[in-house]
């Protein structure tokens, strides 16, 4: 082996070493910040799968009260100038005072929120993960309704799955799980190439996990 030869292998040798080095160090900080995400939508993802199989026994909470004249004539008020905004399509959100009035009644937090405006009521939509909820505020009798169903933390955990009515915070947690994973499969799947020649059975391995989920989706999905 000559000079040159020499040199340019252990060139290439400590180029190798390098890149298989970085690799190493962003597959093990990903997988650090995917690791608890992974469990949680592996878990989730078989519990969604046998949702028919798994029972859940919804429990649903009501409360009644009724408003004060004055305030109900402010929301009478309210609901006019609402109607006769055309651009508002029958929807704005709850005036504070009423807000303050819901949290002290049934300790349910509605700011940000829009209702929907009609000629006799309020509607408010409170959609949450695990559970659905929804307030109702009569403007001609005053009857404030509330109920609340919560399915148990099973259902909680698969709407996390889903980020079904899970809010802006974790939305932005799926998308940083998502880009973490994708960081942990792409440089997983260099460090394969790079061991690839001492260990035969890799592309037939990694082949296998394509093939097998493109035949089942071309035979038995319908």
Known sequence: MTATTAYSSATTDRRRAYWLKTLHEWHWVSSAVCLIGLILFSVTGFTLNHAGQIEAKPSVLSQHAKIEEALQATLASRSAAVKADSTSRGKAPIPAVLQAWIQKQFE??????????SDNEIYLSLPRPGGDAWLRVSLTGG?????????????????????????????????IFAGATLVFSITGFFILKMHAGNRPFTWPMVGMGLAIPVLLALLFIH
Request: negative net charge.
């Open 143 to 175: 009857e404030a309704e509330y109920e609340r169903t919560d399915r148990g933390w099973l259902a909680y955990l698969n709407d996390l799955h889903k980020g079904r009515n899970t809010g802006a915070a974790w939305s932005w947690f799926i998308d």
């Open 108 to 117: 349910v937090d509605t700011s940000g929120r829009e209702a929907e405006w």
